[in-house]
């Protein structure tokens, strides 16, 4: 086999392994993703005293109202983006994963720590310029309260976006700079600490206890990412869903949406929808590792045998 088969081979492994991991991870991590949105976009200024249905007290209370103004399908809304964007999305986030591991040497015969951040890093801003699109449309999905049989289509709300605002910075393109900042920062964290203590860790013979050790690192790595990066991801969802006021841009900059909600709202309402998020990404974190690493292995033992 030639140098340049190898690569292609070892290319075919990681995009095909990393797209079954995503698309695995969002079907069964959606509905915590949608309600942490939810959480994310509702200010603290309104009334906790308030009549309206739409207000939610947390978790549970979001869940409840959810599913009796809106139905139970309203759990999957956005979820079209998110299906079509992951497969491919991730399938980039572990194949760029390897190769800025590469780059990010330095001169070392193996990995280090921040050989693997680095990478982690580069990864999740590759993977955050191709999805962001996916995610404007997300978030406007998720943002809408009709029943799930009354919103509009994942397609013509695209076609809405682009003919109202553009693909730029205003469109289908609104917060690329929250999401680059909120998928690098995650991504850092996650593989960094991931590629790192596993290879401290060592590894059991028993396939039990193996498969326990990656899922318990996997979900460790995706809680950590989860609480570093919240800020960024509470100004994105700001930015990218509807405004308080219609027609008037409150939140524009990431910089700007994270001072804007710490002045009027306190320290606490930047980690707004940190339990959804860490319930989503911890378990989600490591779904995606683990199918990652046991999908790349299958292939690779495959391969190797033609």
Not at 185 to 193: D, L
Not at 253 to 279: M, Q
């Amino acid at each position: 086999m030639s140098d340049l088969e190898r690569v292609l081979k070892q290319a075919a492994m990681q995009i095909g392994a990393g797209g079954s991991a995503g698309f695995i991870e969002v079907c069964i991590m959606h509905p915590l993703d949608l309600v942490k949105t939810r959480l994310q976009i509702q200010s603290n200024k309104t009334s906790k005293l308030s009549s309206d249905p739409h207000y939610y007290n947390g978790i549970v209370d979001c869940m409840k109202k959810m599913y009796r103004y809106e139905g139970l399908t309203s759990f999957w809304k956005g979820i079209l983006p998110p299906i079509l964007a992951e497969t491919p999305k991730r399938a980039v986030k572990f194949f760029t994963f390897e190769q800025y591991k590469r780059f990010f040497m330095f001169g070392s015969s193996t990995p280090t720590p921040i050989t693997y951040s680095l990478a982690g890093l580069g990864a999740g801003i590759t993977e955050a310029i191709l999805v962001n699109p996916f995610e404007v449309v997300k978030v406007t999905l998720q943002s809408n309260k009709a029943l799930a049989t009354q919103i509009p289509s994942t397609w013509s709300v695209t076609r809405q976006i682009v003919r109202e605002s553009g693909l730029g910075s205003k469109g289908l393109n609104k917060g690329l700079t929250a999401t680059i900042a909120r998928n690098g920062v995650f991504n850092m964290v996650y593989f960094g600490f991931y590629h790192s203590v596993k290879n401290y860790i060592p590894e059991y013979q028993d396939p039990l206890l193996e498969f326990g050790r990656k899922v318990a690192i996997g979900f460790t790595s995706g809680v950590l990412g989860s609480c570093v990066n919240i800020p960024f991801d509470v100004a994105k969802s700001r930015i990218q869903g509807p405004q308080p006021t219609p027609g008037i841009v409150k939140y524009s900059s990431t910089t700007g949406a994270i001072l804007l909600v710490y002045r009027e709202e306190g320290f606490r309402a930047l980690y707004k929808g940190l339990l959804p998020k860490v319930l989503r990404l911890g378990p989600g974190g490591a779904i995606m590792l683990v199918v990652y690493d046991y999908v790349y292995h299958f292939l690779d033992n495959k391969f190797n045998k033609q």
